[in-house]
């Protein structure tokens, strides 16, 4: 699949307000009565070749890669309840995966993801006591099967910002994902905005075998799987 042809559904991620600090602080290179159906997650397959560098080591980074990762396998199984799910998403965003997945069942509209959320990491702005961080960086369109015009229509690529924080179980749990509500500058005095976002380069990663649409179709607005109680205390 050619980059031009991946689509995104923007009513995925219900957005929160993400406030950021003008300078960065560090910066580095209710489940069915069906029972539990399991998460395949296959192999990924990169574009340009895994990401890679100092800020891909860093344990906030891996948290949103997890996650990105969780979630695309979670979507096309309308399985919202496994620990790769709840170790890495707020209660939350549990709740509206599950909400949505419902309602693109019942009309009819859902669609398979094919591969984690593009995105590429340029900062990570930790919290004075380490209990939570924000890591800015650019998205491209998720890649998602059938497409639509709307999803084509999206402009791209975005500035990003995910608001992580750090549980008492150790997990780092994504809290909030949206557009910047304020400039974020670099040290290089870059700032990170959409129109900066066009000069770089964001790795792209696609589900091999491809999931089936077919598959998630054959099930029902009763088969999506929320956890009855989340790990995470994020509202």
């Known amino acids: 699949m050619s980059p031009a042809e991946h689509r995104v559904r923007g009513s995925q991620r219900p957005q929160r307000n993400v406030t950021l600090p003008l300078v960065v602080v560090l910066l580095v290179g209710g489940c069915t009565d069906r029972g539990p159906r399991p998460v395949p997650t296959p192999d990924i397959v990169w574009d340009t070749g895994p990401p890679s560098g100092e800020i891909e080591a860093d344990p906030w980074v891996r948290a949103v890669r997890a996650g990105e990762l969780a979630y695309a396998a979670a979507a096309n199984s309308a399985n919202y309840s496994d620990s790769s799910m709840t170790s890495t998403w707020s209660s939350y965003y549990l709740g509206w995966f599950g909400q949505l997945a419902r309602g693109w069942l019942e009309d009819g509209t859902a669609q398979v993801v094919l591969g984690p959320q ?17 890591v800015v960086g650019c998205v491209g369109p998720l890649a998602v099967a059938p497409e639509s015009a709307e999803e084509e229509s999206a402009r791209w690529p ?18 909030g994902v949206g557009s910047p509500q304020e400039a974020f500058t670099l ?7 959409d129109e900066s976002c066009g000069g770089v380069t964001i790795a792209r990663a696609l589900f091999d075998p491809a999931p089936r649409l077919e598959d998630l179709l054959a099930l029902d607005s009763d088969d999506v799987l929320v ?6 205390d994020a509202p």
């Open 227 to 232: 956890p009855e109680q989340s790990p995470s």
């Open 187 to 193: 040290p290089s005095g870059d700032e990170v905005t």
């Open 118 to 134: 593009p995105f590429a990491p340029l900062a990570v702005d930790v919290n004075a006591g380490g209990r939570s961080a924000k």
């Open 158 to 175: 975005q500035a990003y910002v995910y608001e992580l924080e750090l549980g008492d179980d150790d997990h780092r749990r994504i809290v």
